[in-house]
């Protein structure tokens, strides 16, 4: 097992390296020019200079070399000052942002936690309606509570989130006036009140996410119980006298969980992507709001900066879903 | 064979005859005379019949079809330019002259939904053949030529690892101008919308064909085919191609929802057709600004994205339950 974890993380180092080139030279061959909105009127030579400024004079192989350096030795070891005190990333250059002319990291860790509460709270509340639903329309198949249970998973995941997200707009906060429809990030909580104020501008994104994570998982759940309630073991287990409780939650669901839990790891940098569009409904600005306007302000090191965690979190929940099938699946060997 | 023996015999067999048609087994056995069997049942009158079986998803074909009947056929019988700007009528409601309203410029919204649903089902439809035609050749080669194996599974996951929205929001942005430029907004921006769905969304496919090539690659009659020297076009075309249809069939149809729902969130995302160029996405894009006055701009083409979305969900899943009994009900 810890032979295949380290064989994969080294295998990661080369399919990261080539996705950043891969994003790298797609932003490269972009027309788009950062200093396009600068007016016609600056001459040539300072615009020269400008773009010298904002690193874009030398070739595109120093610059991608050069943004790796910042990437994986300077904001660490930045970041390793920060957290020690010490002074071993003082005079470096870190990645700065053409749009803001701030860090890189210091705007994405200020989006982060928008980002996470909403996603993360939606992703956990998903999953805990997609479990119960599952089991039971796999152990009442073909019963009314599973006809309407995948009836109503079909729906939820062929509504796209920006409908189902407007739609619930529309209902709760047009019409009823029962939660607001602008999510405010700058609420801090501090007593009841503004905890209140929070819960209520999280209720319909998370629900949106939620709903939209559920249906797929109860989809994944309910196919998998069924695979396992068909086996021998489990009519061996009937025959023991065991109760049907015992069977159906330990002997089951135990073995149904297994891929489950990979198809859940797999799913969570999918749903980070699926945010930036609930992000844009609910005016959450959040890391997709950030990659948006970063893509329509021509801010390639902020898109290439982002883009990149988001492929780091794929490659990474991948990872850990392989590992986490091999741990609780014993029957699979790796090495 | 004397005479007492036949008549045992005899008395066997009736007596098999007479169990077997208890247990209703007659009519699974085989005819003994094939030609005269009456219907003939081939492999895909036998697939249409268990999805005729599947109430969903014969609902959700009737209802795909009705929908590009809308889309197609609509537009002759209401001959309502969905372009046609008028001014005073804008923002009115629904009424004889205009059944679905109209939006903030007048143009009419019933017009405006056939047009729209015209583009995102072609988007659909042909950013998934890309995407089919792309993996099932992925797929074959890499199932059927063991030494193209590894590099292009290597490939597949890669691509996998890419993360999608963020690339295809990218790739969008960085060349809507100069595509639009050589092919006119519209087509520019369909070649781009389609070849960027199509490129990244064919690895499902790949990798299920790849693993029934795999698999097929054991059996038989390919081995039959091999020993009188079938070179291997024919045998990719003829033996291996033609049994892997079914998961191919059913990868295609789920993708064009996916393709639909992509299209339709660049649209919401302001980064796919041109604003006079309605898609479903668009029209809805374009009314989210005023959805507290006019709610019904927003719900009509969000239910005809989901409608057709749905229908062509639940035809997949009538099409993998009619091909693969094995999974039936699952």
Redesign the interface.
Known sequence: MLTFTIRRLLLAIP?LL??SL??FL??E????DPLGDVPLTVPPEVKERMREALGLGQAWYIRYVLWLKQFFWVEPLYWFDGVFGTQFSSGMQRIISFQSRSPVFDVIAQRVPQTLTVVGFSYLLGVLIALPIGILSAYK??SWFDQLGT?VS??G????T??TG??L??IFG?KLQWFPSVYDTTLEVRDWNSFWAQVRQMVMPVTVLALYNAAQISRFM??SM?DNLGQDYVRTARAKGLSERTVVLKHVLRNSLIPVITVIALGL?AVF??A??TE?VFKVNGLGQL??TA??GNDIPM?LT??FI??I???LF?LIADILYGILDPRIRYD | MTDPDRQQDLSVAERVDATAAQAGAVAGLPPDDPHHAGETRSQWRDIWRQFRSHKGAMVALVLFVGTILFVTVGPYIWTIDPTYVDIRARNSGFSATHPLGTDQLGRDMLARLMAGGRVSIAVGLTAMIIAITLGSLIGLVSGYFRRMDAPLMRLTELFLALPLLPLLLLMVTLFREPLSQSFGPAMGTFILIVSAIGATSWMQAARIVRGDVLGLKEREFILAARSIGTPAHRMILRHVLPNVLSPIMVAATLGIATAIITESALSFLGLGFPPDFPTWGRLLYDAVDQMIMYPWRVILPGLFISLTVLCVNYIGDGLRDAMDPRIRGR
């Open positions: 399919t080539f996705i891969v994003i797609l932003l061959a972009s027309p788009g198949q073909y009836f079909m729906i995941f062929s509504m796209p920006f409908f407007v739609v707009i529309i047009v309910r196919a069924l940098p992507g699926g930036i569009i844009q990659l948006i893509i329509h898109v982002l883009t988001f492929a979190l794929i490659v991948t």
